[in-house]
């Protein structure tokens, strides 16, 4: 099975939605739209499910036209953000319905339906009522049943947004191997770039409606190819300053200059932003290479086993990502470290010119 999209638009009431999308997927691929609330990724995925039509531009499945065909003659699953089962039926009726309307014989209902609870570890659950489980068995139940039709598209729309931390985490492992099992073209939506990068596949990153960047999660992780990438990849957002190169000596904001070394020794005199995510900076000296800046502390935030400092560093807003529970005084000078080879390399207009060295080495 292949699936194309050809020239996507969709807007309603002079408020577009989609601009000028055009995508293919390959078979058995598993394939990640990433954005923030609104980039347009549920207007999308509704469009490939047939249940809306886009404004303008096509879609494909096998080179045939679908676009005007609607959801319930497309050999499609869909799981929403939602826990959406049959209330009175048992996990069993609820994975089995699919193919009871189907009218498939309940010798091969039976068998689908329990390799289906097996894979979502479900198998000990099937005579449940859907208010018996807890909310992360309830998605399962749902993922299941979306599972169990065998679709060759099989559509997710940030299935994990309403589960505990726990629970999605053991989700997101569970996807990974079930994916992989799967013959048909995954489409999985999400706002959190470490869920994205933990599924894999291929990534398709979403701004406004429009495609900002496409490729392998992990390349377009280490190499966004804008700043607006680099933020949508980058949760807490990725930290941004102004810098500018005079001959052989490289600016870092008002008050830090470093020569330039490593793979920033090719940049040529001029005003560039620097890019570098919050784990790449650090509250105490990791390497001989590190160089030290001094800021003001005005937030300490612990998030589970992390501390999140936000500093100001002559007026530019920066995070520090700490593994650890730590505390500062609001208002107090610190110090934070940064390895120049951790840098990402911006033009003013926003394009990449260099990612990090570790990025080469992935």
Known sequence: ???????????????????????????????IFLGRTLAGKTSLLRILAGLDRPSKGKIFVDGKDVTGVSV???????????????????????????LKVAGMEKRMIDARVREAAQMLHLEDMLDRLPI??????????????????????????????????????????????????????????????????KLGGNIVVLDEGRVLQTGVTSKVFHNPGTIKVAE????????LIHCQVEGTKFHLGQNVTIPLTNHMKSLESGDYIVGIRSNYLYLNSQNGTDIAIEAIVDLSEINGSE???????????IVVQEVGIY????????????????????????????????????
Do not use: W
């Open 132 to 197: 018996e489980l807890s909310g992360g068995q309830q998605q399962r139940c749902a993922i299941a049943r979306a599972l169990v039709k065998d679709a060759k598209l099989l559509l997710l729309d940030e299935p994990l947004v309403n589960l505990d931390y726990k629970l999605r985490e053991e989700l997101q492992i569970d996807l990974q191997d079930i994916f992989k099992q799967r013959d048909a073209i995954v489409i999985y939506t999400t706002t959190e770039p470490a869920e994205a990068l």
């Open 327 to 362: 505390s500062r005084k609001i208002g107090s000078k610190v110090l934070f470290y940064l390895d120049p080879a951790d840098l990402f390399i911006f033009s003013k207009t926003g394009d990449l010119i260099l990612s990090p060295e570790h990025a080469f080495v992935e």
């Open 1 to 31: 099975m292949s699936l194309s999209i050809q020239d996507v638009s969709l807007s309603s009431d002079h408020e577009i939605y989609l601009k000028d999308i055009s995508l293919n997927f390959d078979y058995g691929s598993t394939n």
């Open 307 to 317: 501390t999140f400092f936000h500093l100001d560093y002559s007026g530019t807003k």
């Open 72 to 98: 319930r003659k497309r050999n499609i699953s869909m799981v929403y953000q939602q826990f959406i089962n049959y209330p009175s039926f048992t996990v069993y009726d609820n994975i089995a319905s699919p």
């Open 232 to 239: 949508a990849f980058s949760d807490p957002p990725i930290n």
